[in-house]
């Protein structure tokens, strides 16, 4: 049965932003290497160089120490930073697993929105390798 | 300025393997250099000064972390952690000490002070 994202944490360079946090994806995509050779009847395909990021969409806070002050720094700098998302804030496990990798912060937009909305700061975390997942 | 350790056989700044040292590496020096497994970074003491917690401690607590000078200077610029001195240094803590370490590098740290966490 689906379960309904319900507290999911999420941690930027060591901090934890789960609570500012509106939406979360994690993204993982491979590219679609085409092997077809002479003689086949259909393309044939393998998986090639991954391609993963994680998308968030932050409740912008611009207070110290809050989201501003942590992806601003980590943009301006273009700082190599790990990204990790868990489904809950409950201990990693089998139905509880954690996604980890090394990120650059290539997106990063500190305000989104029309007048009377929430001020939102969508955020691309594009990695750096590829994406771990942990159910321990 | 970061503290590391040699861990391969070719010197590193006149450096042997094993030997502890402080330097100021750029930090894209400093990424080849871990990259290529020469150094790791000695975990350094620090508290969570900013109101979000930091590799799982709360605002007010103590870590070890092993963080590279891009990722340091980051959480310093945000207001989140400051450096804080050994504990050796600084006598009977009167501190909190918190446990249950995260890695949040790819660094290699080696054992950390008793009941603090590394990174």
């Keep these: 049965m689906g379960k309904y994202i319900a507290n999911p944490t999420i941690t930027v360079n060591g901090v934890d932003l789960s609570d500012h946090a509106r939406a979360v994806e994690i993204n993982q995509s491979a590219a679609d290497v085409d092997t077809t050779c002479m003689g ?29 002050a942590t992806l601003n720094a980590l943009y301006t700098a273009g700082t190599a930073h790990t990204v990790v998302v868990k489904a809950t804030s409950a201990a990693v496990s089998a139905t509880n697993p954690k996604w980890t990798a090394t990120c650059v ?32 | 300025m970061n503290t590391y350790r040699v861990t391969s056989g070719a010197e590193v700044v006149d450096h042997k393997e094993g030997a502890v040292f402080d330097h100021d590496f750029s930090p894209e020096v400093e990424a080849d250099l871990l990259a290529a497994g020469r150094i790791v970074i000695e ?16 605002p007010g607590g103590f870590f070890l972390g092993a963080f590279t000078r891009g990722q340091e200077a980051a959480l310093l610029a945000g207001g989140h952690i400051e450096r804080a001195r050994p504990i050796a240094a600084a006598g009977k803590p009167t501190d ?6 995260t890695p949040i590098t790819t660094t290699t740290v080696s054992p950390a002070a008793a009941g603090e966490k590394e990174s």
Excluded: C, H
């Design chain 1, 40 to 68: 086949e009847t259909g393309v044939t395909r393998m998986q090639g160089l991954r391609d993963e990021s994680f998308v968030v969409t932050w409740a912008q806070d611009f207070a110290a120490s809050k989201v501003d």
């Design chain 2, 43 to 58: 975990p350094r003491r620090y508290k969570v000064v900013g109101s979000s917690s930091v590799n799982e401690t709360a």
């Design chain 1, 105 to 136: 912060l290539l997106d990063y937009n500190p305000i989104a929105g029309s007048p009377g909305d929430l001020t939102e700061a969508p955020t691309t975390f594009k990695v750096s390798g590829i994406i771990v997942r942990a159910e321990a």
């Design chain 2, 96 to 101: 909190t000490a918190t446990t249950s370490p």
